[in-house]
């Protein structure tokens, strides 16, 4: 055992440290004295060998580690995903900058590192100028102007539909500003049903009945009061409920000779953006009756009802039967008529009728088949109280006249309401209506009509109603106001044999 100091022993190897080693020794003739083969030099005439590692000294567990020798930063690689059609394009850069050199430098040389750090703030004000100075070179591009969704542009009804201050070079939001340069299609929106969305006797009966603040919403959505008057009355859904947002004219493209800031919406071409108003569930005020409604419900689902449809599968919008191409005298534009429940000639485009009758014994059969043939939703669509009845009588004797109906069917149901006690909530019983094409076979409906007229003529028809006829006649709704005849004509059926 070595009992001399610890700055006198020797070290593990044999080997002093330099400053305790002192001169070489030297020989006689004054040359260094060669050290034997226990000193690590090797003996004459043999190979040297490299000198043997030294065993590395343990570490004390509270010591500091050694800092890591600097590693020069790998370049981070930026992978994109495949672009996806209609997607935005994203950025190129990664999401998150590579650290500054400082930070992996500060354990190492802290003076490099806060020099570096000098640098990069110097810098950054360069980059953003010249970030400042592209963004307003490139003002005019599509992304330096505000993103509009469908989401943000509609509420549902459960707001009003704010459009904002008048573009640049327009002299106001309503209609009339609009006429001055589009007065064609102004004259074709005028006579539709979205001009008179609020003003019409058929809604406004109703609204006298419930009057929630969820209707007026979309029949008046530029109304800020309960009670609408004046333009917000007269224009119902006008021209800048689709067309002006964020002081922009929204269009399905840009036109450079426009006097005014216009924004290109492709979803304006689009089935979901007419979804934006004619897809909403229930709201959650109490229904007539004080039943409440199931906010979970559909109350009108014809978009969803034209996603299930071969019109969708065919790529076949809205647009396309509602809004059909039309010339003009400079070239052609989409028609603003908006023809819909209530154009007979759109009605009878979209399904086709075939009737036939027979007698059987003191009766008569009287079959009828519905085939959908330009349909893309159901038949009928849109208000819940929409209704298709097919009627039948012989001719002689109106008492005999006997209707299906398809329409969807309601009733109060009593459930437990989660406050306690039993609450009244209306629910949807059925759904008879005819489905959109490409949703199942044709509908073939079966009437019976009791007697047999000695050469009887059967009287048959296909009838679209607004409401049913109780409802209507409740509200003052005519007739020939609340009932259109789709297609009707008159048999006489043979004994015992069909009748084409």
Do not use: K
Not at 252 to 259: D, E, F, L
Request: with cysteine; net charge positive.
């Amino acid at each position: 055992m070595d009992r001399r100091p610890a700055h006198r022993r020797r070290r593990l190897g044999g080997v002093l440290p330099r400053h305790r080693r002192g001169p070489p020794r030297l020989s006689p003739l004054g040359a260094p004295r060669r050290r034997g083969h226990r000193r690590g030099t090797p003996r004459r005439g043999r190979r040297r060998r490299p000198p043997r590692a030294l065993a590395a000294p343990r570490r004390h567990p509270r010591a500091p580690r050694r800092p890591a020798p600097l590693r020069r930063a790998r370049r981070p690689r930026v992978c994109l995903p495949p672009r996806r059609v209609g997607a935005r394009p994203r950025s190129t850069q990664p999401l998150h900058p590579p650290a500054l050199p400082a930070l992996r430098l500060s354990a190492v040389n802290p003076s490099r590192a806060r020099r570096l750090h000098r640098a990069a703030s110097m810098r950054a004000p360069s980059l953003s100028a010249l970030a400042a100075l592209l963004l307003g070179a490139l003002s005019g591009a599509a992304w330096a102007t505000p993103r509009i969704t469908v989401e943000g542009m509609f509420s549902g009804g459960r707001s009003p539909i704010p459009v904002g201050p008048a573009p640049a070079g327009v002299s106001s939001t309503d209609a009339a500003s609009c006429a001055t340069c589009h007065a064609e299609i102004a004259a074709e929106w005028r006579g539709s049903l979205h001009a008179s969305a609020w003003t019409d006797e058929v809604f406004q009966a109703a609204y006298a009945v419930e009057r929630m603040a969820f209707c007026r919403n979309c029949h008046a959505p530029g109304a800020t009061t309960a009670s609408p008057r004046g333009v917000a009355a007269d224009d119902g859904v006008s021209c800048a409920i689709c067309h002006v947002r964020a002081e922009h004219v929204l269009g399905t493209g840009r036109s450079p000779s426009a006097p005014h800031p216009m924004m290109a919406v492709r979803a304006m071409s689009g089935s979901r953006f007419c979804a934006g108003c004619h897809q909403f569930n229930f709201p959650g005020d109490t229904g007539r009756g004080g039943a409440r409604f199931d906010t979970a419900e559909p109350m009108q689902d014809t978009w969803a009802e034209w996603l299930d449809s071969a019109a969708a599968a065919d790529d076949v919008q809205c647009q396309g039967c509602h809004m059909p191409w039309v010339d003009d005298a400079s070239g052609r534009h989409r028609s603003h008529r908006f023809p819909g429940g209530r154009d007979l000639s759109l009605l009878r485009s979209a399904v086709d009728v075939a009737a036939s009758a027979r007698l059987e014994g003191d009766h008569a059969v009287v079959t009828v088949t519905l085939t959908p043939r330009a349909l893309g939703h159901s038949f009928p669509t849109g208000d819940l109280f929409r209704r298709v009845e097919v009627t039948a009588a012989w001719e002689s004797d109106p008492a005999s006249t006997v209707r299906v109906g398809l329409a969807r069917e309601f009733r109060n149901v009593p459930e437990r309401s989660p406050h306690g006690g039993i609450t009244f909530v209306r629910r949807q019983s059925a759904d008879t209506r005819l489905a959109a094409a490409g949703l199942g076979a044709p509908r073939v409906l079966t009437l019976t009509l009791p007697g047999n007229p000695p050469g009887g003529r059967v009287r048959w028809s296909l009838d679209h109603l607004l409401m049913p006829t109780p409802l209507a006649a409740s509200q003052g709704v005519g007739v020939a106001r609340n009932r259109l005849v789709v297609s009707d004509g008159t048999i006489v059926p043979p004994q015992g044999a069909p009748s084409p």
